[in-house]
């Protein structure tokens, strides 16, 4: 089982580390892949790609490049689902649906936001946005989904996979996804979630998106799943999430080592 995780270029990066180990308590027979920067401490499975600056890079270059790669590196056969995830996604081991089936990647669900894609997009347009990266990410979500009505998707259209969760890919399919991509050349095509989640939903699952934003918040005692960003990881759950997993694994250096 591959685990494909596209990074950014940095020396460090202290979430991955901690992603890794969650993941080693949560499947420790699989195998992860970082894509794209690797950590000095990195020993492992590594693709690198000749990624770009900017914050809009990460969606127009940087993703799809890594998504690309992946597909191609042979580590995966064409029919076979690998989990595609991000530095800041945590698999806690406890909670109902964390790791639905450890052996067999068909029966994960596509996890979905509770809000129609159609409504959540509505709802973020509606709200005063002063940061450049969030109206980016608005207008690749907006983007999402007028290439969703376009291919005339209407009974799946609605789910929003955009999450921050694992997703389940297939490279026969993600080799089918860029190729509709190409068509709309305006796109950034590193939002692809939720135009995924409308061509192949599988049995979706709706569920509370485990991101905590917020430098005090924490993840409900029973949750299965939590997603990181720089205040949470500096803060209270990123303080907890080194707690829970202390344990290097195999795919970090020891000291010294080079």
């Known amino acids: 089982m591959i685990i494909a995780i596209p990074v950014r270029d940095a020396s460090s990066n ?16 699989a195998q ?17 790609t000749n990624q770009q600056r900017g914050r809009d890079s990460q969606w127009r270059v940087n993703f ?36 639905p089936d450890p052996h067999d990647l068909n029966r994960w669900p596509t996890w979905c936001r509770q809000l ?6 509505e709802r973020w347009k509606t709200k005063r946005i002063t940061d450049t990266y969030t109206r980016m990410f608005i207008d690749g979500m907006q983007s999402q989904l007028n290439i969703i009505r376009e291919l005339g998707i209407e009974t799946h259209g609605i789910h929003n996979a955009d999450i921050h969760l694992p ?12 190729e509709i991509m190409a ?17 192949w939903p599988g049995r979706v699952s709706r569920v509370v998106d485990p991101k905590i934003a917020s430098p005090v918040g924490k ?12 205040s949470s990881w500096n803060g209270q759950t990123g303080a907890l999430l080194r707690r829970m997993f202390p344990h290097a694994t195999a795919y970090e250096k020891r000291a010294g080592e080079r």
């Open 14 to 29: 202290e979430q991955l580390r901690y992603a890794l180990r969650a993941w080693q308590n949560a499947l420790p027979d």
């Open 32 to 48: 992860p892949v970082v894509i794209g920067g690797r950590p000095h401490w990195y020993q492992g499975n590594h693709i690198p």
């Open 64 to 99: 799809p490049l890594a998504l690309r790669a992946i597909i191609d590196s042979g580590l995966v056969r064409e029919d076979e689902p690998f989990i595609w995830t991000a530095d800041d996604i945590f698999p806690l081991s406890k909670g109902a649906g964390t790791i």
């Open 116 to 121: 129609d894609l159609p409504i959540y997009v």
């Open 167 to 178: 997703h389940v890919l297939r490279p026969d399919r993600v080799r089918e996804l860029l």
């Open 183 to 199: 068509r709309f050349p305006d796109h950034p095509a590193g939002h692809f979630r939720a135009i995924y989640g409308a061509l």
């Open 219 to 230: 993840p409900p005692a029973t949750a299965g799943w939590v997603s990181t960003c720089t």
